[in-house]
């Protein structure tokens, strides 16, 4: 990867790597469908349509089945995402893309450093893109980067980058902002007291991303905007980023050896647990998040009382439902983005996490999803 552009977000470096394609309006581009929404929303800004594709019900990714399911004569482009840190079956992907003549553009937001059959995630696409927002390997408070792999497009991806303006002072300090609120969130006096507001605000531009997908695909035309601006990094975010690249595999190492650690203290709850793959020869998971289906307790209900008890459970893309029931999947069911968008939850995976706090978490799961 010799080609890389820093830019403000993962979904600006989502919106350069689909521009420089060169696709027609109205081609069509497969992503999977549970899936954070800024995904569906950077094509459909492209003047571009989204055909949602079901994803695998163990890992979590875009099925290759489902794939082949979705092929038709203006589908483009694939969107593999490696969810959670887990590589998508890359070989079956590449495939299928170059046997139908198909761009690939990798979604590494959540896979910085995770391998495929002992492949960096982010080399087998034409492009891949990366976000360096809060809670991802590394971190430079809001951000992301384009990796160009076909050399094809690295004049026009060039080009496009040159004239994205540079941040001005309200994108900086909502950085400064961001940075302290993840510097300071994480003390558990202020976590206490803020963290009903933090979940609401979560919650809230969850919401309004979908809202905003929704309202797109309906109308792409329409007066719906962008739910951000797409700009270059300003330099003193470069300099973070810097400075954690140079740690990002030490900080990956840590998430990776929590997972293993959580992987084996819950194998024995298997009944009311159901947990993420133990990681195959090759492939290397940086868990970025460490999801977890609860099977006996309602996903909801652990989730509340894991909160309850001092634990910062989460439910990914909250508002999935909505994206899967606005008609963009007409084409196909997607039965196990659905399934999944009513169960999985994940528990905190930090490279800060030490033993006490990993056993804290996996005391709170178990006591909470042995409840009836
Ligand atoms: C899989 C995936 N793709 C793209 C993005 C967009 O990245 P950003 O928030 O930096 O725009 C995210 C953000 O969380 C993501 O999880």
Not at 112 to 118: D, M, T
Not at 178 to 202: D, G, Q
């Amino acid at each position: 990867m010799r080609n890389i552009y820093t830019v403000n977000a993962g979904r600006t470096a989502l919106g350069l790597a689909l521009a420089a394609l060169g696709l027609k309006k109205g081609d069509t581009v497969l992503v999977p469908a549970y899936t954070c929404a800024a995904v569906v929303e950077a094509v459909i800004l492209q003047g571009l349509t989204p055909r949602l594709v079901d994803v695998d019900p163990k890992s979590f990714n875009m099925a290759p089945d489902a794939i082949r399911a979705a092929l038709g004569p203006s589908v483009k482009a694939i969107i593999p995402i490696h969810l959670f840190g887990r590589p998508c079956e890359m070989d079956q992907v590449m495939e299928i893309a170059d046997s139908n003549g198909l761009y690939v553009v990798e979604d590494c937001a959540q896979s910085l450093g995770s391998r495929y059959n002992g492949r960096m995630t982010g080399t087998f696409g034409d492009a891949s893109v990366f976000s360096f927002g809060i809670g991802k390997s590394m971190t430079t408070g809001e951000g992301g980067a384009l990796a160009v792999n076909n050399q094809e497009f690295v004049d026009r991806v060039s080009l496009l980058h040159d004239i994205l303006p540079v941040p001005g002072i309200a994108w900086r300090i909502h950085v400064a902002r961001t940075i302290l609120a993840a510097k300071t969130l994480p003390h558990e006096l202020v976590y206490s007291m803020l963290s009903t507001l933090a979940e609401h605000e979560t919650g809230r531009a969850d919401m309004l991303l979908f809202a905003k997908c929704v309202a797109l695909a309906q109308d792409p035309l329409g007066k719906s905007s962008s739910s951000y601006e797409p700009m270059k990094m300003p330099s003193y975010c470069a300099r973070i980023g810097l400075g954690q690249l140079s740690i990002v595999e030490s900080l990956n190492a840590k998430r990776v050896a929590n997972a293993i650690y959580l992987l084996g203290r819950l194998s024995a709850f298997g009944t009311l647990l159901g947990l993420p793959e133990f990681p195959r020869k090759g492939t290397y998971n940086t868990f970025t998040r460490f999801p977890i289906l609860p099977l006996r307790v309602a996903r909801d209900t652990v989730v509340r009382r894991m909160r309850d008890s001092g634990v910062d459970a989460e439910i990914p893309y909250q508002h999935l439902r909505l994206l899967l029931e606005s008609g963009l999947t007409a084409q196909a069911v997607c039965v196990n983005a659905r399934s999944l968008s009513e169960r999985l939850m994940t528990i905190p995976n930090h490279p800060l996490l030490d033993q006490s706090d990993l056993e804290r978490v996996c005391n709170a799961l178990v006591e909470t999803v042995g409840q009836s």
